[in-house]
């Protein structure tokens, strides 16, 4: 199957400071590229999708400043936390699907906290 | 709307034995339907998908899945459960965005 890779895959950070996680696709072009929450023993919730070339389509009740997307190239799409706080702690996933496939293929997750 | 539903929270399974991980799912117009599974710390892995033919489906890992378009459900099947089968398992469906279950944690004990 096609390649994800998420980067970093754990990161602590200090209240108010920001953080940007990576995803890449290695081994195919993903225009679109969907990034989720998972809180612990919970499903996964869609924050928002990341368009290559224009801004991202967040879900309800995300808010599009806090959750910084970016998607400058067919194969990486960034996701900024901003000004991160306690409650921003969590599991961060982004996925993709290739034009190929109709099955979508994952990053391995970012565990972020913030003390 | 289109939703996904696994009605356990979690299965527990002696190793050897069948286990069954149930799925059912609303959604309009003609589902594409998928299992992936969760081990600690790590992202989604793709197991099994239905989107046209065949309503049995094979998988990874020795994974089958039914679907059933009159009970509009998608369980995930194994003849033969692994103690390494223990994990977190989510049914998705698809229309213009993946939508997943709340998952299902299989315990296979020895």
């Known amino acids: 199957g096609a390649v994800v890779s998420q980067h970093p895959s754990r990161v602590i950070c200090k209240s108010g400071t920001s953080v940007k996680i990576e995803c890449r696709s290695l081994d195919f072009q993903a225009t679109t590229m969907f990034w989720y929450r998972q809180f612990p023993k919970q499903s996964l919730m869609l924050m928002a999708t990341?368009?290559?070339?224009?801004?991202?389509?967040?879900e309800q009740g995300v808010e599009k400043d806090k959750f910084l997307i970016n998607h400058a190239s067919l194969t990486l799409s960034t996701l900024t936390v901003t000004s991160a706080h306690p409650e921003d702690s969590s599991f961060y996933i982004c996925?993709?699907?290739?034009?190929?496939?109709?099955?979508?293929?994952f990053g391995q997750g970012t565990r972020l906290t913030v003390v | 709307a289109q939703s996904v539903a696994q009605p356990e929270d979690q299965v527990n399974v002696a190793e050897g034995n069948p286990l069954t991980v149930k799925c059912t799912y609303s959604?309009?117009?003609?589902?594409?339907l998928f299992w992936y599974v969760q081990y600690p710390n790590r992202g989604l892995q793709f197991l099994l998908k239905?989107?046209?033919?065949?309503?049995l489906v094979k998988g990874s890992y020795g994974f089958e899945a039914e679907f059933n378009k009159s009970q509009t459900s998608f369980h995930l099947k194994k003849p033969s459960a692994l103690v390494s089968d223990s994990a977190l398992y989510f049914c998705?469906?698809?229309?213009?965005?993946?939508?997943f279950g709340a998952g299902t944690r299989l315990a296979v004990h020895p």
């Open positions: 239905y989107i046209t033919g065949d309503n």
């Open positions: 996925s993709a699907r290739p034009g190929y496939a109709t099955e979508a293929f």
């Open positions: 990341s368009n290559e070339g224009s801004k991202a389509t967040y």
């Open positions: 998705a469906v698809s229309h213009n965005k993946l939508i």
């Open positions: 959604v309009s117009g003609n589902p594409y």
